[in-house]
Nanobody, 120 residues
Framework: QVQLVESGGGAVQAGTSLRLSCVAS????????MGWYRQAPGKQREFVASISSGGDTLFLDAVKGRFAISRDFAKRTVYLEMNRIKPEDTAVYFC??????????????WGQGTQVTVSS
């Protein structure tokens, strides 16, 4: 059983920065990648960013140049640095982990989400 807990969300002003964190725990043998998705009211959940164990990163086009993702997989942690944040970034942000569980089966786990609200 794997649990992901996000933190760092809140209400912020446009143009400022925010850092989200996600810590994973449970029966994790190895991590292939961790990342972030977001879901705004009435919209589908969308991919935001991910980082692999080797450090390869992917970003949603809308956040390229503004967001950064980093990880400390030894601590089972991933971060999302959101800079020059915009009202359109308002959403619930979910942490994702893809890897192998302790029984070596593939797994994909999600956190409960953390709310980010950006006012202009």
């Amino acid at each position: 059983q794997v649990q992901l807990v996000e933190s760092g969300g809140g209400a912020v002003q446009a143009g400022t920065s925010l850092r989200l964190s996600c810590v994973a725990s449970g029966s994790i043998f190895s991590i292939n990648r961790m990342g972030w998705y977001r879901q705004a009211p009435g919209k589908q959940r969308e991919f935001v960013a991910s980082i692999s164990s080797g450090g390869d990163t992917l970003f949603l086009d809308a956040v390229k140049g503004r967001f950064a993702i980093s990880r400390d997989f030894a601590k089972r942690t991933v971060y999302l640095e959101m800079n020059r944040i915009k009202p359109e970034d308002t959403a619930v942000y979910f942490c994702e982990l893809v890897g192998l569980s302790s029984d070596h089966t593939e797994m994909r786990a999600w956190g409960q989400g953390t709310q980010v609200t950006v006012s202009s």
